[in-house]
């Protein structure tokens, strides 16, 4: 993706100068930028940042779904705000999302307080990158042990760019297609991240995100007994791990929950990637991540080893990571719109 080149880069060395040079570098859009509410909703960071905390005091694994509602959103037609439409051919019945991406209420009580006190300004897209950047604060651990990005403006946070405007359709096709499955190969989740100009340390460290959160039983089951038809549980998977989560998914529809960072269940830490290298990442989607040929002929290999020694550097990858992903095909100018109602476009 190209930056628009509107050629008014100060020829100092300024804060601001750094964070523009850094977008351009990173293949941002530079029609994004850091202080676009600053005078049309000054306040905007603060009250996204209180009604994330709500959603979270009330429900922890909150933090997770909104983190997810950002990828998926961004992954089909850019980050422009369609994962929210309502409608049988939008995008939340496409079988990556259907009973499974959560958040929209939250989403909707965050912008009727955004509307409050700026009404018709802010877009839902902008929305869910901030809330999933406040989910990523309010769910980490400890201080940032360096930053290596501009954008990272110290401790465990970074400066969102904003001014995405809101799409006017949804995209069941693509969010079917462009999504990655919990069973699909790695070749084929690194496809799907090359798609959208995503490379394979953006494959891991956005893979991180599962140190929070939880999975049902039906994005797992198929390894825990007859996998791929061997009459046993998937071999990559811990023996005991895989014999706990049997007693727990046959008593249920499938729809029965766990964590998918067994023991660090709540924290944004790097425990995800130290489970891969004992065999217990919960999809099989994560465990390729580390086991088996593909791994070993990638660099996702090497990157799920460094994570799990150097917690700073996998919380400063997934933070350029986010910053990428969430600059994927934005709608600016007079393209799209702003929603009054994140469900709906605009009559």
């Known amino acids: 993706m190209e930056g628009s ?44 940042r209180k009604e994330v905390k709500i959603a979270i005091k009330a429900e922890t694994r909150m933090a997770a779904s909104l983190i997810r509602l950002h990828f998926h959103d961004c992954f089909v037609n850019g980050c422009d705000g369609s994962v929210l439409l309502d409608g049988s051919d939008g995008e939340k019945f496409a079988f990556p999302n259907l009973n499974s991406a959560r958040g929209y209420e939250v989403v909707d009580t965050i912008k009727s307080s955004v509307e409050s006190n700026c009404p018709g300004v802010v877009s839902c897209a902008d929305i869910l990158a901030i809330a999933a950047r406040d989910s990523f604060l309010l769910s980490v651990g400890r201080p940032m042990i360096f930053r290596r990005n501009p954008l990272q403006s110290g401790g465990n946070t970074w400066k969102v760019p904003l001014g995405r405007r809101d799409g006017l359709v949804a995209n069941q096709t693509g969010a079917n297609s462009g999504l990655p499955f919990p069973t699909d190969s790695l070749a084929t989740i690194s496809q799907k991240f090359a798609n959208v100009g995503l490379n394979e340390t953006d494959v891991v460290s956005l893979s991180g995100a599962h140190t929070i959160g939880l999975a049902r039983c039906t994005t797992f089951s198929n390894r825990l007994s007859n996998f791929s038809g061997t009459g046993s549980p998937d071999s990559t998977m811990d023996s005991e791990m895989a014999s706990d989560l049997l007693e727990l998914c046959q008593a249920g529809d499938g729809n029965t929950t766990t964590s998918l960072d067994q023991n660090s269940t709540d924290l944004f830490d790097n425990h995800y990637f130290k489970n891969l290298l004992n065999g217990k990442g919960l999809l099989s989607s994560d465990q390729i991540l580390y086991t088996g040929d593909e791994a070993a002929n990638s660099t996702t290999k090497s990157l799920v080893e460094s ?19 969430g600059n994927i095909s934005p709608l600016t100018g007079n393209d799209g719109e702003i929603r009054k109602n994140c469900r709906v476009v605009n009559s």
């Open 307 to 325: 994570y799990s020694s150097d917690s700073g550097l996998f919380l400063s990858d997934f933070i350029n990571s986010m910053i990428k992903m």
């Open 5 to 48: 080149g509107s050629g008014k880069f100060s020829t100092g060395y300024s804060c601001l100068f750094m964070i523009n040079f850094l977008m351009v570098c990173l293949g941002v859009e530079s029609a994004l930028t850091t202080d676009f509410y600053k005078d049309s909703c000054p306040n905007l960071t603060t009250i996204v």
